[in-house]
């Protein structure tokens, strides 16, 4: 319950200044049963967010790909040859604006 809570507050704080559209959990978290760890937590981090007041609601789930997923980030990091992988931008299609390629450069 007191890990619950203390993740709940730091999540909401980044929930806050990020507005991420969803976090999912993966490793050895993504196995906890969801009645003990992501329910709790998804009605306490709503209770925390700003989004309670009207705003977009931010997702919270379990990663798909669960304990495997730093296995394949691994994987997929000694593949790149741009660089190491950093995980949530290429995985999801996401790229910061700085990254962004412009027309014309």
Do not use: K
């Given at each position: 319950?007191?890990?619950?809570?203390?993740?709940?507050?730091?999540?909401?704080?980044?929930?806050?200044?990020?507005?991420?559209?969803?976090?999912?959990?993966?490793?050895?978290?993504?196995?906890?049963?969801?009645?003990?760890?992501?329910?709790?937590?998804?009605?306490?981090?709503?209770a925390l967010c700003?989004?309670?007041?009207?705003?977009?609601?931010?997702?919270?789930?379990?990663?798909?790909?669960?304990?495997?997923?730093?296995?394949?980030?691994?994987?997929?990091?000694?593949?790149?040859?741009?660089?190491?992988?950093?995980?949530?931008?290429?995985?999801?299609?996401?790229?910061?604006?700085?990254?962004?390629?412009?027309?014309?450069?």
């Amino acid at each position: 319950r007191a890990y619950v809570e203390e993740l709940a507050e730091g999540m909401a704080s980044l929930i806050n200044i990020l507005r991420p559209e969803a976090v999912a959990f993966g490793g050895g978290v993504a196995g906890a049963p969801e009645h003990l760890l992501l329910e709790p937590l998804r009605r306490r981090v709503g209770a925390l967010c700003f989004s309670r007041h009207g705003g977009r609601a931010t997702r919270i789930l379990r990663a798909e790909l669960g304990n495997d997923a730093g296995v394949i980030g691994a994987w997929r990091s000694g593949q790149s040859s741009s660089g190491p992988y950093t995980p949530g931008w290429g995985a999801v299609g996401f790229r910061p604006a700085w990254r962004r390629r412009r027309p014309g450069r």
